[in-house]
Each structure stands twice: as C-alpha cells, then as structure tokens.
C-alpha cells in the first residue's frame, strides 16, 4: 500500500517511509492511495481474538511495510497489562439501553492518546532500520496537554531518538503539567511556550517546513519528525480500537454483526474522529459520527455550515485537551470528501494560513452532511453531565468525555436516532480533579492532589497510580519561550 501527500506532490511513499517523515513536503498529511477492506468474516474471526490481536491485523491491511509477525511481536508488547491494565486495554462498558462507553483511558498517561503514542517509536524505529535511515530522530510535538504526556511516556530512553514538547503555559490542568514536567529519561526536553495551543502548533509547524533548518540538524546527524496526530503512525493504531469496540459490542449481544452503530468522539485536532471515518469507510458498519466539541466550536460551524473560521475567540475551558481552534487532521477529510482533489485542498489550506478562514463547496458539504453530525457542550452543560452520569449511573466520567455525551443528548433530542451508540472516552477523570469535584458539587480546595485524594474518597475509585506519585516527583523542566524562540531553542537543545 502506498502514501501521498494530501496537497498532492505526486509523490508515492511507502507506510514505512510516510512514518519516518511525518508531514509531507509539500505540508500536506499522508493518507493511504486506497483503502483497505474489512469484511464480515474478518470481523466475525476478529471477534474471538484478542486486543493486541484484533489490532495487528487492522494495521497489517495499512502498514504494508511491516509483516504481520512484527506487527503482532509490537501489539503484544504495546497492549497488554503492565501498561494498559486490566483484562482488555480498551473496554466497552454499557450505560444505558443505547449508550455504551469505549474506555481508552487505561494507559500510562492516563488518555486515549497511549494507544498510538505507545505504539508509535516501535513503528518507527522499525521504519528506520527498513528504509536505512541511521539518522537519530527529533520528534517536536507540539501538545495541548495530553499528547505532549503520551510521546514522552512513549520515547524516553528509546534508543536513535529524542524528543521535545511544547505545551502552552497555563493552558493545561497543573497534572498535566505535572506529568510532562516531571518526565525521566536523557532523550527528552519539555518547554512552555507563551500562547496558546494554535500557538504551539504553529510553531512546530514552521519549523517543519524550515528547509534550511532541516539541512542544519540533517548536517548533525539528526532528522526531524512528528508525534502529532499529523503522523500516519499515530492515526493508524487508532483505526484498531473502532474495530474492537465494534467486536465487543457484537460480542456482548448488543448489537448483531452487520448493524451499523453510531460514535460519539469528543474532538480537538480531528485525529481520533478521522481514523473512526477510516475504519467507515473500510467497511466498519457506522452510521453517524458525531463530532463533539467545547466552546471552541470551529469545527460545529464547520460541519455544519462548510466554513471554517478560525478568527474568533479562544476559550481556555474545563477540556483543555480540545482547546483548539485548528484541526490539523481535517485536511485528510477534506481529502476523502473531493475525492482526492489535491489542488482543492491546496486551496482550501493557502486561504486558511492566509485569511484564517475557507468555504468548501456544496457537494463537499453535502456528502459530509450524509456521515457527520456536530455539536459542542460549553463549561457548565459539560460539569452537568458530570453530575448527572454520577448521580444516575454512578459513572464518573471526566470533562471530555462529558462534552461527548452532551452532545450526544443534544443529537438524540434532536432527531430521536435510536440507533446503538459508542461514546467515546478520551481521558481519567482523575486527570482533571478540580472540574470533576467542582461538577459533582465538592470543594476544590487545596491542591491538586488534596482533590486527587478527595475524590478517590466520595467516588470510592482508586487513582491511576501513574497520577497519584506524581506528589513525590521533582519537577526538571521550567523553561517558559515565546512562540518565535522555538527554533532557536531546539538548535540549543540539540547543540547545533
Ligand atoms: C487529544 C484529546 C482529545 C481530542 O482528540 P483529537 O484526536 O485531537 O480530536 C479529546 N480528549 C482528550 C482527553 C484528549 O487528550
């Protein structure tokens, strides 16, 4: 199976070579030239497999590069109980007569962001040694708090690579924080960038496409890449988990095998979203999907209206994970949805960095009219949810997740779908103590870990251990830079 670039170079890769580079030269996102299929039977036989199972075979059908053998050997070192605990990594929990829970905050770090960011250095020192690159890689990551945890959990000490984070400062709960700042490991760097997330990201964006800079760090023996969602490699390990939360539900007699369900995806960069369209369009039988944002509602006018517009304001919320006001990974959608249209989406994306906003045409709007739904929860319909999950279904859910299942309200109110519907849940509540005590009503005095412990003790659930050691932790990176230092900073950290 080969790549190409969504801004079209005309260039065709391969899975290993699309891994290793990240962004496309051109500054377009790779996407597979045609997509796999999963049939019936496959998911029939996937139904007896397990996790780790279920996801090697999804990434066998994308990750051409890579045998079966490997892909199974990665999985099984990736999915299993030390780091995701518990019998399965991704559980399907039922809720109520239509809504069920995919679980995929089971990781290290605590987010959905671990089934990719623990998966991705085995993929891609792989992709290294396959395509010959001896270079040591520099992954930049720019982080709106949960990505930057997951890549440094996922790299550090990992030999022929390094990595650095950029997190805005202020702009994640203090565990977050915490959790990148106190980060172990010789390979690693963490900075706060005065801004916002868009900030960071921009940031990070413009050093990639820094053709003299590339040659600067490539003259020292290094190669520049991405853990962002813009990477292939963090997209694709996302498919398997849509396909298993399909199986589980057959499996629980939830749904017969051929029914087509619903899922909800509490959004930010579209990442998590766009890989549940992929495993659509391979044939995973879903009807809806229902993209759930905060007030940063760019993407519900989107969906909605065909024009994107970034030029509003930006709203620090209770779900700081999807404070973003550009979706780097809607490029890919807009893709699929003009049919490969290369110069268009070029287009769409010049108007973008230039005027902050673009229209798509109305034959793109309507056929993603025909597969999406949007919506977005602000700070008080989202701490509501909170409460009312707990106090109905004694489920506590964190602020991510409860923009979903708000949205989630809003859509079947709206139009009474009845149909069997997976929410997905992106982070612990334990990450973020303070909005959770606050939904359910609680003092949110003290620190961060007085909440921690204080809602251990009214919800009677243990915190992630990975959460609660973080009080006896030092914190090893302070630096706060402007936006503009970002380059300059990486050149010093890697002495060149
Ligand atoms: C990253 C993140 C999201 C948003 O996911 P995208 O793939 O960026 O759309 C949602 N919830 C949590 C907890 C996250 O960490």
Redesign the pocket.
Known sequence: MKYTSTRGDGKRISSAEAIVAGLAPDGGLYLPTSLPVFSRGELQMMLRLSYPQRAARVLSQFLTDYTLEELEDYTARTYNATKFGGNTPAPVRPLTEHANVLEL?HGPTC???DFALQMLPLLLTGALKKIGETRTIVILTAT????GK?ALEGFAGVDGTRIAVFYPEGGTSPIQRLQMTTQTGDNVMVYAVKGNFDDAQNGVKKIFSDAAFHQQVSDKGYLLSSAN?INWGRLAP?IAYYVSGYCDLVSQERIAMGDPINVV???????????CYIAKCCGLPIGRLICASNENNVLTEFLKTGIYNRNRRFYTTA?P??D?LV?S?LERLLYLMCNGNCKKVSGYMQKLNETGTYQIDDEMLARIHNEFSAGYADDEATLEMIHTMNSKYNYLM?T??AVAFDVYRQYVQETGDPSTTLLVS??SPF?FPASVLNALGQSTSGDDFHQLDRLCEISGLQAPESLSTLRAKTERFTTVIPPEDMKVSIASWLNI
């Open positions: 905050y987010a959905f962001k709106s708090g949960d990505t997951a969602s996302q995806v509490p959004t930010g960069n579209f990442g998590n979203i766009l890989a779900s994970s999807m973003i979706s990974n964190d991510h997740t992106t982070a990450k």
